[in-house]
């Protein structure tokens, strides 16, 4: 059965998406103290099954940031969870399977997933 969180998240695959940062690079989680290694954040006004707006990474930005545009390459599928994360890096880059897995693993390595392009 496929999760109403990757049908959405699958709709913008390839596409140029506005990422809104809310833990940006460096900050610390709020409830679960761990650090971000990389910036995070939401689609404005796109919500998940989770009620909250749909999540992303963005990889291959080395500074904190506000916002940003880029392309959606893949997305996080959490097996066991409906809540899948977008994967998001500038235009004209690319990145492979294991350097999203090194990325997102400091948050990642709670969850069942898998890598959908």
Not at 30 to 49: E, H, M, Q, R, T
Not at 93 to 114: A, L, N, Y
Request: aromatic share 10%; glycine share 4%; proline share 4%.
């Amino acid at each position: 059965m496929t999760s109403k969180s990757l049908i959405l998240a699958k709709s913008f695959l390839n596409q140029t998406v506005e990422v809104t940062v809310d833990r940006p690079l460096g900050s610390i989680h709020p409830k679960w103290k761990f650090k971000y290694l990389v910036n995070y954040g939401f689609l404005k006004d796109i919500f998940a099954p989770d009620g909250e707006e749909l999540d992303a990474y963005i990889l291959k930005i080395d500074k904190p940031l506000k916002n940003f545009s880029g392309q959606v390459i893949a997305i996080i599928h959490r097996l066991e969870d409906d809540d899948d994360k977008l994967v998001v890096i500038p235009k004209n880059e690319t990145i492979t399977d294991q350097e999203i897995e090194k990325s997102v693993e400091f948050q990642e390595k709670w969850f069942k997933h898998k890598i959908i392009r």
